[in-house]
């Protein structure tokens, strides 16, 4: 339907874009068009380039070379500051917002029309009060909010770069109606999402990244899921698990859980035992156990208490009443130190709470082998690199970055997180999140790495907020609602419809209507 | 960068491979990556201004001096680098520095192990001090070493007023020490320096606590959910900070034979200043104890050079100080590009 627009009608036009940091190039030549009224999405594996070519369209880096052309027009994006002028407005996973100051403050503080961002907001359907500090709202608010700021400013591009990453479906929802009466105006949105069902949804074009280069720019209703996967891995898609051409977002799920695992983990060991974990506000007595060998899977909304839940069995907080076993002995973790030292380790949320953006991959591996004074002698050079070795091998990560890992893409930045405790060795490995802005391949590896770990003894809790996931990688699943554990169930019984229902803290069943 | 005629130009040499850099960058770039080659170039082009501005300066003897002049600069670098790395910086370093050079000429009297004992106990227990504010009180670096410095500061006021009742002597040894030379031309405090440098190197290079400092500097949150016990790291750094400026005031006091009030005063920004010269970052996280050795050595020649052009020491104040400003312009700005 909108195959008749011609190159001139354009209205955005990058053309030939590059960006190099150092010897590592992360975007070799990208050219991309998005038309008037169009949603586009801009799809690839992480590592493709995307989040350098949105840093690019919004004045945060500028590119070593190429052309972007807003409306026919030559635009230089020198800052963040000068992309509204040409037009473009952006949404980030993060909301740019000083969590200091009251809603009304912050608006005030960009500029931004208060009475449009006001209308947006009811557009949405949300009563968000401009006397709240920012800091005391729910994330997925301060997202909403963001984004009503930025439709207020009238963009001729929206750009919106993985809004919907743990976004609550009802959320989700309405960022779409928006995104629809947004393209009836004639106006364009980029949509950069690792969700294809979502991308398939509400998008028209997608323009394929894929290492550091644009593959392909397809018409999305013509397309079936297994193409744009297939465009987005290239080669790779094909050598790796064959079988699978799918995302876990979409279709079959054949390599979900054996049914005979979660009989043979019930007679394994407890490996971690909590029982009426509270902590004030969060969490509402938690009690539960883990077994070796098995994957248990927490599923939550955004803010129904597992940040405190993580935080709590991994001493970064501590709990307010409660106790943690771990391996039958009690753990009372002052520290994250005391708890990795009985065996719990975190893989956390946020890469940047992780990582050593400016120290290699190997000693980003290493780093959990310094933790005491008497290992502060010399180094085995040789046996740190044996152990960050095998890891990195296992974890297949790309190495062409490693000397900062600043310079990573995101999934391999994540594998290196997951990699330090592989190294490092432990017990129980408590990870939140950790497929999260991640690509299908990476993701994939990771799924796969947690039940080779599952099955080599170890126990691992898993939060995600992509519920396709907890059928696909667990044994067994508890929700968590306001705090409180709401339902358990096997994996098998864990369909997407039931979870979504638990989560909402509907425990009993209902007809689905 | 705005995109370059001269990267566009070119035909693509490959996939992967990088392009041709405009080289302003490029110039930059070697500066982050080699910083250790560029500096060294750095100081041979400032040794052969200086010979061209005053014949005969590239003489053994002349670089024996500097030498001399810049190992107690390179020992209160030292500290200030292990500080900086970790992302604060120690402020107090010269007024410790003062304070053991006092400690030796006012105890020189009752034996010169003694002197040194109390001198450099006096730097371990300002470095705890400092250390235990830091790592387990958590007061800002700056705070918590300007503090430190004014409260030096004021006792060594306070003390300079009973030592003028006795005489206060520097001991032979530690004048020889602080001035000597061996072998003709290798000057003694060149070989307290040396051996420390050595310990400093591989010590941040190939030991546990050497990769705890950088990990700390680049990222103390991820420090602590990796089980590193940040605090300690912390104390640890103060308290060798505390110890390298002890050191460093006895090498001082023995080139001078005498203390006074303001003796390392003038150190404090060089120490900054050989630190941001030898690349560490300003945030913590990169750089190291190579980069500040050739900044100390570059400060002491340019300080020579400034000298031979009868620049006041107001002069070289302000020129050290806009170094400092300049180059932390720079780093910022490369940050910022990244």
Known sequence: MRRHLTPAMNLLEVRGVSKRYGAVVALRSASLTVAPAEVHALLGANGAGKSTLVKILTGVIRPDAGTIEMGGRPVHLTSPASAPGAGLAAVFQDPSLVPDLTVRQNLRLTGADSAAVR???????LRVDEDDLVGDLPLPLLRMLDLARALAREPRLLILDEITAALPADLVERVFLVIRQ???????????????????????????LRDGADVGTLTLAERTEQHIVALMLGPMATSDDAPCPVGPDTGPQPEAAAPDRASAASEARLLLEARGLAMSGALRGVSFSLRAGEILGIAALEGQGQDALFDCLAGNRRADAGEIRVAGRVLAPRSPYDAIRAGVVLVPADRAHALLPQRSARENIALPLYNRATRWGLIDLRGEGTRAGAAIARLAIDTRAQRQVRRMSGGNQQKVVVARWVAAGFRVVLCFDPTRGIDVGTKRQIHRLLRDLAGAGAAVLLFTSELPEIALVCDRVLALYEGRIVHELPAQAADEATLLRLVHGLVREEPVG | MTPSPAATDRPDTGALRPRPAVRWSAARRSLADRPALTLAGI???????????SPGFVTPHQLSTTLLYAAPLGALAAGQTLAMLTGGIDLSVSATATAAAYLIAGLGAQGTPRALAVALALGLVVGMTNGIGIG?????????????????????TLASLTFTNGVPVVPDAVHELGSGTVLGYLPLNTLVWAPLAVVLLVGLARSGLGRAIYAVGDNPLACRLAGVRVWQVLLVTYVLGGVLSAIAGILLVGYTNAADLNLATPYLLQSVAAVVIGGTSILGGSGGYAGTILGALILTVLDSLLTILNVSQAGKQMLYGAIVLGLAWIYARTALVE
């Open chain 1, 119 to 125: 209308r947006w907001l009811a557009a949405m359907d």
């Open chain 1, 182 to 208: 947004w393209r009836e105006h004639g106006r364009s949105v980029l949509f950069i999402s690792h969700r294809l069902v979502e991308v398939r949804t509400i998008c028209d074009r997608a323009t394929v």
């Open chain 2, 43 to 53: 100081l041979v082009l400032l040794l052969a201004a200086t010979d061209a501005v």
């Open chain 2, 136 to 156: 387990i009180f958590r007061v800002q670096p700056l705070i918590m070493t300007l503090g430190m410095a004014g409260v030096l500061g004021g006792a060594l």
